[in-house]
Every structure is written in C-alpha cells, then in structure tokens.
C-alpha cells in the first residue's frame, strides 16, 4: 500500500551485525492487498445479483489493518536507519502517495462526469472533490463518506499519521519519538469515550491503533528473538483472532477494531521475526507482487467495477466473475506500477534530492 519500498535495502541492527531483510513484509504486503481484492470482488458479485447471492464476511478486508501496523514500522525503521527531517519524511512520502492516487481519482472523476453509472452515481461536487485531494475528514451527511477514489479512505489516515511521525521527528530520542507517537495515537483514540463528536469519532477510529502496535513493534524487534516455531505461532494466532472476531460478526462490537489491529500486528512481528530467524519468502514474483501492491489496493475497485459491468452482460458465472476480477486487477496493477507508478516516483525522488 503505502509502504517505502525497501527490498534488498539492508541496515545494520542495533542488537546483531546482521543485515535486516524485507521480502517477508513485501510478500505479507501483496497478501493484504489480495484480501481486499477479493472482498470488494465479493461485495461486487452480491451487488450483481441482487437477492441471489450475499456475502456478510470482512475477512479479506482486514488487509487495512495489516497495512496500517506495517506503515508504523516501517517509518520507524526508515528514520532509524538514516536520520530525516520533518520536511524530507514528508516530501518522501508525499511523493510515494500522491502520483498515482491523484491520477486514478481524476480518472475516475472523468468516469462519472461522462455517466457511466457503474462507477457510482454521487454527482461530483467541488466540496467531495476537494476532501478527496486533500485527505480531509468525511464527516457530514451531506455528501459521501469517502473520497472518490473509495480506497483512499485509508490515506486519510496515512496522511494523519505521516503528520504526526513528522512532528515526532522533532525529538531525537528514537525511544521518546516512539513515546511520543504511541501516547498521541492513544489520546486520539480515547478521545470520542470522553468527547464524542464527528470529528473526535473520525480521527479516533479504532483503525488507527494499527500504527502504534506497527511503531511499538520496532523497539521490540530490535530487543527480542524468537525461535520460528514461536514466530509462526504468532502469525497462526493472529489470523486465528481475525476468523473469529468475522466468524462471531463482532466487527462493529467496541474495542475489536483495536483487536484486530492488534491480531495484525502479531501477523506482522511473526513475519519479522521469521525473516530474522532466516527464513524469508525466496519467490521473486511474490516480493515484486509486494512492490505493486500500492497500484493494486488503488486500482482494483476501477478494474472490479468494469469486469461486474461486462460480467453482468456476458452472464458469467460467479466464480469466474470473482476470479476475473482478481486476475485483472493483478495484471493491470502489475503493469501500472513497472509502467507509471515506479518511473513517477523514482523520476520525483531525483527531482527533489
């Protein structure tokens, strides 16, 4: 998603001489993507066939959650490895995230000014499309409650917590910065139990625990070591929380958010903690699937609502239909990132050196 691309970058480990790798975080990357993938897949195949078919499971959907704990770490682990300021930490990040989110919302923008009703009949209004390029709150009742291009509900909170690590980098205490970040995100959180607003309920949604347990996750990676039998426990417990938590439906019950996020998390230290043990995801086509992921979580809703459409008029059969969509989301995300996203970045980072 919204992850520095860091495979093959090494960096020398407070606590051991060995280089630390990334492929299993980019592989665990392209996963959460592919479960998001195939939830709206789904949720597009209920809205096809309206009354024939429903699907009430968030399983796939809990990807948000993997990305959100793994953005917190690997802010944390960039700025270790080389000292940033606020100002660069933006400017990298911004130059990651806005390129390819602002093409594909105005592209969508140009979808539905044209009246093509599979991309959603929400007139376009100059209030929703400056939310949506803005990464500003959707709080009113008045318009849609997520940016145009849907998926960039999660940016909003990237964009909120990119804010805060930058202010966090203020401190060079790398121990007081992960005090810092973790007791804001904690404040923002507690919040709407004390004050309950809009704005409090907003930017103190459960989800945003996932990037304290990703920054809290740091410091304990550098400290511990865990054999792979009790890495792989952590990984199995931590998908054994989030089919529980679906399979009882208590994804809206107080507190789980929090949960969840936290399940995630276990996922995310197990993965460390495997790669630090030695083993590490080798498949090249998986780690560069991770690369793509960022042009996959934006995309594929584009991609879904385009094969619905033509599913829907060549009566496909559902399992095609959903295999479809994830087979041309991949295909079509692989080719935005080798032939637009990466040359974007890579062509901004030069330029801003």
Same mark, same amino acid.
């Given at each position: ?305 385009? +094969? ?17 969509? +994830? ?27």
């Amino acid at each position: 998603m919204t992850i520095t691309q860091v495979v093959g970058e090494t960096r020398p480990s407070p606590a051991s001489a060995q280089p630390i790798k990334n492929a299993n975080i980019q592989v665990l990357r392209a996963v959460a993507a592919l479960g998001v993938v195939f939830h709206h897949s789904m949720h597009a195949l209920e809205d096809s066939a309206p009354g024939h078919f429903q699907w009430n499971w968030s399983f796939g959907a809990y990807g948000v959650e993997i990305f959100f704990v793994i953005s917190g770490y690997i802010m944390m682990m960039v700025t270790s490895a080389k000292e940033k300021t606020a100002g660069s930490f933006l400017t990298a990040r911004l130059i990651r995230i806005l390129p390819l989110y602002y093409l594909l919302t105005a592209f969508v923008i140009v979808l539905k000014i044209t009246g093509l009703a599979h991309f959603g009949n929400d007139p376009i209004t100059p209030a929703w499309a400056a939310k949506s390029f803005l990464f500003l709150p959707f709080t009113k009742a008045d318009m849609p409650s997520s940016p145009i291009l849907f998926p960039g509900w999660t940016l909003n909170y990237e964009m909120m917590f990119y804010l805060l690590f930058a202010a966090s980098l203020m401190v060079r205490s790398e121990t007081l910065r992960v005090k810092i970040v973790i007791a804001s995100i904690a404040a923002a959180f507690l919040l709407p139990w004390i004050w309950s607003t809009p704005l409090t309920r907003y930017f103190g949604s459960e989800v945003i625990t996932g990037f304290a347990f990703g920054v809290a996750l740091w410091p304990l990676t550098q400290k511990l070591r865990l054999t792979p039998a009790i890495a792989t426990a952590l990984i199995v417990a931590g998908v054994a929380a989030m089919a529980a938590i679906d399979h009882n439906h208590l994804n809206d019950t107080p507190l789980m958010g929090a949960a969840l996020s936290l399940a995630a998390a276990a996922i995310v230290a197990g993965a460390i903690f495997l790669e630090r043990g030695g083993l590490s995801v080798k498949n090249r086509a998986l780690v560069g699937l991770g690369d793509a992921s960022y042009a996959l979580y934006l995309v594929h809703p584009i991609v879904i609502a385009v +094969i619905a459409h033509l599913a829907a008029k060549a009566h496909v059969g559902p399992v095609a239909m959903v295999l479809t969509m +994830i087979a041309a989301s991949l295909a079509v995300a692989v080719v935005m990132y080798e032939k637009l996203d990466r040359p974007l970045h890579e062509g901004l980072r030069r330029l801003t050196r």
